[in-house]
């Protein structure tokens, strides 16, 4: 007689020992997402990423923030700027006066003063000359001292020496009179006073002291970013990075970039060959030809945090949960591999081809 399940009932054990309804359909969910996840491991693609932090600064050196100095020593006598406000190239910005009103006077009289001592020596130098000349043609005659011709070559020389001097002092005076007539500060660029850093009227400056800080408009941006060095080897100019400005609202998926919502595509320009002072190395990042241009001033200006992640190859999810569980690098790519064990064995600095062959002997 073959068992019924309303035979069951007769037995209270055997019943109880039966699985409930929910247990089994438990199981059978957790069957099918375990099923799920493996091939969500196996068969969805992740794109590894390097990611880093940095910032916005100017490709150019001119234009990134630069210092204004004072030319020549004395004091602010007129500022004609405020902080902040936008200046073109050549606008005055401050004017510098010596303590002494009358100093430029006082030079150019002294300048004046050894024009004459030059003139004057010069023409006695002339009669001195011509008395060597005479004591020359008497000397061959016989009628004067041999002495006498020599001290009168001495005194032309002396008369030399004096004009040199002169002309070397005039040469000073020359300087301090063009140093003190540059006393107007002027703009070096189009760009803006961000901070007046100069005193009034009865603060002392010296020749190359700060009196301002100033910073062009309109740079060439581009983007650096210190990324670790377990990364770098895989960094290569033209890789493709995409970055999150400070203040621009977005979000990213390190995995799947096209899924990303307000990113900002870039490309690695230059990769320092030394790391930084804080043991990272850094990337620079200018924009990506015929992408999407990067916000404008004054939404992202220079000096703004960014957030970057430079794309690398693409892997199976599985892996990179592996990769990452174990703290491993990113993916080398085959190719890299083969170059550098080929140049291993080349050069014989321990490749791993030279390593095989001396296992082999």
């Known amino acids: 007689m073959p068992f019924r399940d309303d035979h069951i009932v007769h037995f209270k054990t055997l019943q109880g020992l039966r699985p409930p309804r929910p247990a089994r359909v438990l199981a059978w969910i957790l069957l099918i997402a375990m099923a799920i996840v493996v091939a969500f491991l196996l068969l969805v693609p992740w794109q590894q990423t390097s990611n880093g932090n940095g910032s916005v600064i100017a490709l150019d050196p001119r234009d990134r923030v630069q210092n204004i100095t004072a030319l020549v020593p004395g004091r602010v006598e007129e500022w004609y700027v405020t902080d902040g406000e936008l200046v073109k190239k050549g ?190 190395f850094r990337v620079l990042v200018e924009q990506k030809p015929g992408a999407r241009p990067w916000p404008k001033e004054p939404f992202v200006r220079l000096g703004a945090k960014v957030r970057g992640w430079v794309m690398m190859d693409t892997v199976s999810s599985g892996y990179e949960l592996w990769r990452l569980l174990n703290d491993f690098p990113l993916q080398y790519p085959v190719s890299a591999l083969e170059a550098g064990t080929y140049a291993g064995s080349v050069s014989g600095n321990g490749g791993p081809a030279e390593k095989e062959g001396g296992n082999a002997k």
């Open 91 to 280: 606008d005055r910005i401050a004017r510098i006066a010596d303590n002494d009103p009358n100093l430029i006077a006082r030079l150019q009289a002294e300048r004046a003063q050894v024009d004459a001592e030059i003139a004057a020596t010069r023409q006695a130098m002339g009669v001195a000359q011509r008395d060597v000349g005479r004591m020359q043609q008497l000397y061959g005659e016989g009628l004067a001292p041999r002495r006498d011709l020599e001290l009168a070559q001495i005194k032309v020389a002396d008369y030399g020496a004096k004009v040199a001097k002169s002309l070397a002092d005039r040469n000073r005076l020359d300087i301090n009179i063009n140093r003190q007539s540059v006393q107007m500060v002027h703009a070096p660029r189009d760009g803006r006073i961000l901070r007046i850093l100069g005193g009034d009227n009865a603060t002392m400056v010296k020749e190359g002291d700060v009196i301002a800080t100033f910073a062009p408009e309109q740079a060439v941006r581009v983007v650096e970013l210190y990324v670790d060095g377990r990364d770098v080897p895989l960094i290569h100019p033209g890789r493709p990075v995409r970055m999150e400005f400070e203040g621009w609202p977005a979000i990213q998926f390190s995995g799947w970039p096209s899924v990303a919502v307000g990113m900002f595509d870039g490309q690695v320009r230059a990769i320092d060959v030394s790391a930084s002072a804080n043991g990272l």
